[in-house]
């Protein structure tokens, strides 16, 4: 059995964990920045670097006090180096470096992605590959064939905007702060979802990409009118932006050989409604259906450190001298999507 440290610092959570080899979660520690970016309706990069340097040193701390463990217990050390704001990934990076150089441990350089990709796999020990997953977050919103551990195929990706991104601008509209998706689901279930006419982009289309700028741009247009509700604004987003995303996905599914498992990742995972769709979903395609815990859907060190786990198992360590990347695709030989650059 192996014992991997995890740090996470790709956007405004910190975080540190000690995971075992054997799905055991030793301890998990995590710092916020709702606070201090509230104001702003986002995250703001320097806000975030500075405060990811102020807390990682200690979470680590916790983390290792909790486990009963020091450093020297520890068989690698997990960190995220990539995608993600890269300020504070430089943070995370940073300290995972020190700590290996000056403990002499392994180094596995994580992509935040594949923290999320392999993230249902930590808390389902049944779930094998290959599978189908839908990752959908602030950043990204991709449908991934999980072959295995740094083997992936991309299916489809955003062209523009990621879903998590247009739940956050959507709320900013509103006038319900940040992070948003939790409150514009909140807000939803008192609206009606057919209130509203919003468009469902590239629904229908060959191609097998998602789109939301438009979506949210129609949002702006509905709420500058005055004629509706703000819940009922809400709860039509919310439901194009579940059409939108089962479109895709069926799709995605028809038009690939068979697998016999779905599974969801990314902070979206964590709305209501959407998993609903995956599991009928799912069930209409005579799949199993795997989604994480609604804690480790957001970012965590825990996933980041499972990870890890799973890369230093097939003997995948990295140099002291990797740098830290805002752009990290999980396929890089898929092909390029029209408008989506190096985020595809």
Wanted: net charge negative; proline share 7%.
């Amino acid at each position: 059995m192996s014992i991997i440290l995890g740090i996470e610092s790709s956007c405004d959570e910190t975080a540190a964990a000690l995971v075992t080899s054997d799905r055991e979660i030793l301890a998990h520690k995590l710092a916020g920045q709702e606070a201090e970016h509230a104001p702003y309706g986002g995250v703001v990069p320097e806000i975030a670097a500075r405060a990811h340097a102020e807390s990682i040193t200690p979470l680590i701390d916790s983390a290792l006090e909790e486990a009963g463990l020091t450093l020297s217990d520890v068989d690698a050390i997990a960190a995220t180096a990539g995608p993600g704001l890269i300020g504070g990934v430089m943070v995370g990076l940073v300290t995972g470096k020190a700590l290996a150089m000056a403990a002499d441990k392994p180094l596995v350089a994580v992509n935040h992605l594949e923290g999320h990709a392999l993230s249902p796999r930590l808390v389902n020990p049944e779930l094998a590959f290959p599978y189908m997953l839908l990752l959908v977050s602030g950043g990204h919103c991709q449908i991934l064939l999980v072959n295995g551990v740094n083997q992936y195929r991309r299916i489809a990706t955003t062209i523009d905007d990621a879903a998590g991104e247009a739940f956050d601008k959507t709320a900013k509209i509103l006038g319900l702060g940040y992070p948003g998706g939790p409150k514009v689901e909140e807000m939803a279930r008192s609206g009606n979802a057919d209130a509203v006419p919003l468009p469902r982009p590239l629904t229908g289309s060959a191609e097998p990409h998602f789109s939301f700028a438009g979506l949210k741009s129609a949002v702006v247009r509905a709420f500058d009118t005055g004629k509706y509700k703000k819940e009922d604004i809400a709860a039509s987003f919310q439901q194009a932006v579940v059409d939108c995303l089962q479109d895709r996905l069926e799709k995605a599914l028809r038009d690939n050989p068979p697998v016999g498992q779905l599974v969801v990742a990314g902070g979206v995972a964590a709305n209501g409604p959407v998993r609903a769709m995956l599991e009928e979903v799912a069930s209409k395609n005579d799949m199993t259906f795997t989604a994480p815990p609604l804690w480790l859907c957001t970012d965590n060190a825990a996933m980041i450190a499972w990870a890890g786990a799973e890369r230093f198992a097939a003997g995948l360590t990295d140099p002291l001298d990797i740098a830290a990347r805002p752009r990290w695709p999980l396929d890089p030989d898929a092909e390029k999507a029209r408008g989506a650059g190096v985020k595809a």
